[in-house]
């Protein structure tokens, strides 16, 4: 910066204005820069003169500092004052050579030609430069400690009528900061005009900042009443009859620019009322700040068409978390932004997630785009990522995600509902997986998924460990008004995922016709209306049709009756944010496939009902929680206790699991299987009714509750009877069907505890005559999961024979089947059974309350099943069947105290059944299958308690 003498206020080479420290000279300045100025320049007059042309009044300019990344551009008073002082040391040097005759002829031509192409030297005098207002301030406000510095000049010469526009102080300036204690107000609208020439970014956007912070005036205004809209350039509405909050609101925006070499903002009070501001940011946002990476489409509400045009659309940050992190302040990024840590907004329990972080050096790939600008490195050296060593995740049924839920709106009708997500991530680990290296994840956005097994190499962004990246995507706002943001588990590898960062911001649209986007929406109401027309014509057509249909039918004569087939599900239009969206056919390769029809009508029960049953679900009628929902306890209108399983919007299990849950449970009844009183799907619930069980769940009859301790008969009766129940669904239907998730918060306890297998959401239809498998994606819960089908995602029915083979130990043993507290070799309880049974030591873990009452054979007998259904290799483990053979051979052991050693048996599970175990009869599989209660259980009465768990554990 040139500087010429103490306390002026110069024009710097910059183009900004700063202070004289120390009067340095124009030789000493030109010598340091280009040498050959040293012979070329006269001293002594020449400091004098330009001391007379440069100085220029603080009060109608910005200040900054030279290490701002906002160079300062030169306006048409300082160009002006540059010809001058061209013209004018050419004359005045001239003058000194004639006189001194102390340089030659050359160095005089040099000097003149170098002066003339000053203008012409690079220069980022003509990039577009920030401004920072202390509104209705006299004088400067500085924040010498931000990084860069900021200094906030007063906005008088930027207002179109400063003289109209008063100035407000507050009454309590020692109490407020500084930049917030005078504001610029009035009755009337105003505007602030900002000079803007430089076409170079003409198509970058421009942040704009507006800080309201209202107080009661030392001229009795208060702002704390007032209600205004702000708009910018006459094309973007930012605010409509906004009143901001007492503790004071710093709203951010996005501007593209336009090139027209102006920024207007407009503040237009409502009537009656006041508009006012605090203070005023703009600057040009860094080319790679926006709009550098492709915006990803999420959900069927999203218009890829509609959002190549967002480039031309104003946006408002709403939100901008660091994950995992502290408060990231103004001071601590380059771009002034404000951070808050997330932790407000996360939804998930928090020992499903661990915070990470990093001291290593974060990468930026400068040559595609990414540097501090995008975020600083305080955000991406802190992340929350999945606890995957936690033993609260193996105490979580089925798989789970870590969500963030966002209060947003509800969108008004015709008012925007498009918003831009950003999502920010820096991988710290190098880890295999079957795509790569690096953490593989899957990224859901208002409950859609946005990425599929999501990784550093996929995004196309970062190549190495601590490699910064983000990727954008465009979603719609829920009808619901919340707005979930979900990390999830990849099935191609066992890392979790991670997020280190987060911005949403809402979309802006000009109001212009004439702006861009404007087409597409015009194009998109007249689809709209043509396609509500044909609506209308279509239905009109049909009820015609109808009519004409009823009245043929009333004259023909009624045909003999014939079976009816089954009804299909005419299933609500909605999905979880209430979008349109039918065909549920189709949902999920997850749930079932082909096999089963369609659920009839009479299972439908209505919101207002269940709403009434469960007393508006009422959180002292809670029961449950699990990864599907909620479980409430309820009383129907004609005096049924019920439990009800409310799905959460947040929920990646929901709607898979809501149909297959209620296709299972609408076709098979069993006297072992909880049964289904019925759905509801309006409004975007997806709720799930069953009848109640008085005794909840045998994990809660186990351990973990103060229930008196089941007896060992008890244990054999309630395993007899989820045997059953298991081994009716593995052929007791045309196609065998695979549950997936046994485990004891699955098996629900009735009067006189009988047992009953719930939780059907995960199940899948097993593999067709003729083949061994059904490859399907790993879904299940820690220590319960099929090792073999964990590694070869191949699924069979031995895969339930294992999980059931945990439950027994764990009814054994009554400890959790995942334990961090043990040792590590004592951890997994399957593992550590097996261990000890294969040394003939399990009387070590046995339940101590029941070590007097286990006869010796029966005990043998119970852990041989149990080891076998554990065996390494599906072939190696028995059917259902026969373990429910062994069962019942074990009872029978208990009840008659048999002398002999059941070891006699172990050279095979038993594959016959014994006379009193009667298999499930065959019914054509078009229609139901019924069991029927005197063939299956004789002397027990169909139980009327169905229903869903009453312990927090299960789904």
């Known amino acids: 910066m040139l500087c010429f003498e103490p306390n002026k206020s110069v024009v710097s080479g910059r183009g900004g204005i700063g202070k004289c420290d120390d009067p340095i000279s124009v030789h000493s300045i030109v010598h340091s820069t280009i040498p050959v100025f040293h012979h070329a320049l006269p001293s002594g007059r020449c400091p004098i003169f330009l001391r007379v042309l440069f100085p220029v009044p603080d009060s109608t300019h910005h200040s900054t500092t030279s290490h701002s990344p906002f160079p300062l551009p030169s306006n048409t008073t300082t160009r002006i004052v540059r010809t001058l002082v061209r013209f ?70 930027f207002l179109s009528s400063a003289g109209r ?26 505007s602030y005009s900002f000079a803007d020439p430089d076409t170079a970014t003409a198509n970058v956007s421009r942040v704009l900042r507006l800080h309201f912070f209202p107080f009661t005036s030392s001229s009795s205004v208060n702002l704390s009443s007032a209600s205004f809209s702000v708009s910018v350039r006459d094309a973007f509405t930012l605010l409509s009859s906004f009143s901001p909050p007492r503790d004071g609101v710093v709203k951010e925006y996005f501007v593209p620019g336009d090139g027209s070499g102006e920024f207007r903002v407009k503040f237009t009070p409502d009537a009656g009322s006041t508009a006012f501001v605090s203070a005023i940011e703009l600057f040009p946002a860094p080319p790679e700040l926006l709009w550098r990476r492709p915006v990803k489409p999420v959900g069927a509400l999203v218009d890829s068409s509609d959002v190549n045009a967002w480039p031309q659309q104003a946006l408002e940050t709403v939100y901008r978390l660091n994950v995992g992190g502290s408060k990231v302040l103004p001071a601590n990024d380059t771009l002034w932004r404000t951070w808050l840590p997330d932790d407000p907004y996360f939804s998930s329990p928090r ?48 798989p789970f995600n870590l969500t963030w839920t966002f209060a947003l709106p509800p969108p008004a009708p015709g008012s ?49 460990p601590n490699e910064a990246f983000y990727l954008d995507y465009a979603a719609t706002a829920p009808t619901t008004g919340n707005l979930t943001i979900s990390i999830g588990k990849s099935d191609k590898n066992d890392a979790g995922g991670m997020l280190n960062g987060l911005e949403i911001m809402k979309l802006r649209r000009a109001y212009n016709l004439n702006s861009a986007g404007s087409h597409g929406r015009r194009k998109k109401i007249l689809i709209g209306t043509l396609s509500a027309a044909l609506g209308v014509a279509v239905l009109a057509c049909a009820l015609l049709c109808l009519l004409a249909v009823l009245r043929r039918r009333r004259q023909a004569p009624t045909p003999a009756p014939e079976e009816k087939e089954s009804t299909q599900l005419p299933w609500s239009q909605h999905t979880q944010d209430g979008s349109s969206w039918v065909d549920m ?3 999920s390769g997850a749930g079932m496939t082909g096999g089963l029809h369609r659920m009839s009508m009479q299972l439908n029960i209505s919101l207002a009902d269940i709403t009434a049953a469960t ?23 004609d005096g049924t206790r019920v439990a009800v399983k409310r799905a959460m919007l947040a929920s990646k299990q929901g709607l898979p699991e809501f149909q297959t849950e209620i296709e299972v449970l609408s076709r098979i009844r069993h006297r072992h299987l909880v049964s289904l009183i019925g759905y509801c799907n309006e409004q975007s619930e997806m709720i799930l009714v069953y009848e109640y069980m008085e005794k909840g769940t045998l994990r809660s009859h186990l351990y973990g509750s103060e229930e008196p301790a089941l007896s060992w008969k008890q ?53 067709s005559f003729g083949e061994t498998h059904v490859s399907t994606a790993v879904k299940g819960s820690f220590g319960y999961l099929d090792p073999e089908y964990f590694k070869t995602q191949q699924l069979t029915d031995r895969s339930d024979v294992y999980s059931f083979g945990v439950v027994l130990f764990e009814v054994l043993c009554a400890r959790p089947v995942i334990d961090q507290s043990l040792e590590r070799d004592e951890i997994n309880l399957a593992e550590w059974a097996v261990s000890l049974q294969q040394k003939g030591e ?67 599970v038993a594959t016959q059944f014994p006379a009193d175990v009667v298999v499930p009869r065959w019914v054509p599989s078009s229609t139901s299958f019924l069991m029927d209660d005197s063939v299956t259980d004789s002397g027990i009465a169909n139980s009327k308690a169905f229903s869903q768990l009453s312990s927090g554990d299960g789904r």
């Not at 298991?726 to 695979?738: A, D, P, R, V």
């Open 351 to 398: 020992g499903l997630s661990e915070v990470n972080s990093t001291s290593t050096r974060i990468i930026y790939g400068t040559s595609i785009g990414y540097t501090r600008e995008v975020a600083p490195d305080s955000v991406y050296k802190t992340q929350r990522a999945m606890n995957m060593t936690s033993q609260q995740l193996f105490l979580t049924p089925g």
């Open 842 to 908: 399990l009387a070590k873990i046995t339940d101590p309350r029941i070590a007097g009452q286990v006869n010796d054979n029966s005990l043998r007998k119970f852990a041989e099943t149990a080891e076998k259904c554990l065996a390494d290799y599906g072939l190696d483990r028995p059917s259902m069947g026969d373990v429910l053979w062994n069962l019942e051979y074990c009872l029978q052991l208990q009840e008659t105290h048999v002398n002999r050693d059941a070891f006699e048996d172990s050279g095979a």
């Open 165 to 190: 526009v008063p100035a407000v102080t507050s009454t309590g300036s020692n109490t407020i900061p500084p930049l917030y204690a005078a504001a610029r107000a009035a009755g009337s609208g105003f």
């Open 615 to 637: 007393e508006n679900f009422n959180e002292r009628n809670l029961i449950g929680v699990g990864g599907f929902g909620n479980v409430y306890s309820g009383v129907l209108r």
């Open 585 to 587: 056919s189709n949902a």
């Open 88 to 157: 004018r040391l050419i004359l005045s040097w001239t003058r000194q050579w004639r006189h001194d005759h102390a340089s030659t002829t050359a160095s005089m031509a040099t000097v003149v030609v170098i002066l003339l192409l000053l203008p012409l030297l690079p220069s980022t005098a003509h990039a577009a430069f920030p401004y920072f207002l202390a509104c209705g301030a006299a004088s400067n406000v500085s924040f010498p400690g931000d990084s860069p510095a900021r200094t906030f000049v007063p906005d008088a010469p």
């Open 715 to 767: 244990r054999l009766e309630i395993c007899i009877g989820a045997a059953r129940g298991l081994h009716y669904l593995h052929t007791g239907y045309s196609e065998n069907i695979i549950h997936r998730d046994v485990k004891s918060t699955n098996i629900l306890l009735g009067d006189a505890f009988i047992a009953k297998v719930a939780d059907f959401g995960l199940s899948r239809i097993g593999p």
């Open 416 to 464: 925007d509902s498009d918003y831009l997500v950003r999502l920010h991530w820096c991988d710290y680990s190098v880890v295999t997986s079957a795509v790569g290296t690096g953490i593989v994840f899957d990224v859901y956005v208002a409950q859609r998924l946005a990425s599929k097994d999501l990784d550093r190499n996929a995004a196309d962004a970062a190549e190495q």
